[in-house]
Nanobody, 126 residues
């Protein structure tokens, strides 16, 4: 069983920034690929970014490319999602998920993810 704990959500104005963190054990982060998903009310879940454990490669969805960055912090055993230039459409519940190493690819969110965090709300509002 893999435990994932998200933190860092909140309320931000358009153009602002937030950093989300997904905490897990070192062994889990070494073995599994980690992805960030989001789901807004009335919309389908969307893969936002993922980090492959096997090749330490990151991918981002086109909708966030250039604004969101996913990285791993080895000191704190977290996978972080730095979100800049936030827009109204970024409002959603954000989840981190862990899956097999092959799950992370250019088609972010299409892989298999077996373990999920509880989610953290991000609201972009003026």
């Amino acid at each position: 069983q893999v435990q994932l704990v998200e933190s860092g959500g909140g309320l931000v104005q358009p153009g602002g920034s937030l950093r989300l963190s997904c905490a897990a054990s070192k062994s889990a982060l070494d073995y599994y690929s980690i992805a960030w998903f989001r789901q807004a009310p009335g919309k389908e879940r969307e893969g936002v970014a993922c980090l492959s454990s096997s090749v330490d490669t990151a991918y981002s969805a086109d909708s966030v490319k250039g604004r969101f960055t996913i990285t791993r912090d080895h000191a704190t055993n977290t996978v972080n999602l730095q979100m800049n230039d936030l827009q109204f459409d970024d409002t959603a519940v954000y989840y981190c998920a862990a899956g097999p190493r092959y799950s992370c690819s250019r088609t972010v969110g299409m892989g298999r993810y077996d373990y999920w965090g509880q989610g953290t709300q991000v609201t972009v509002s003026s």
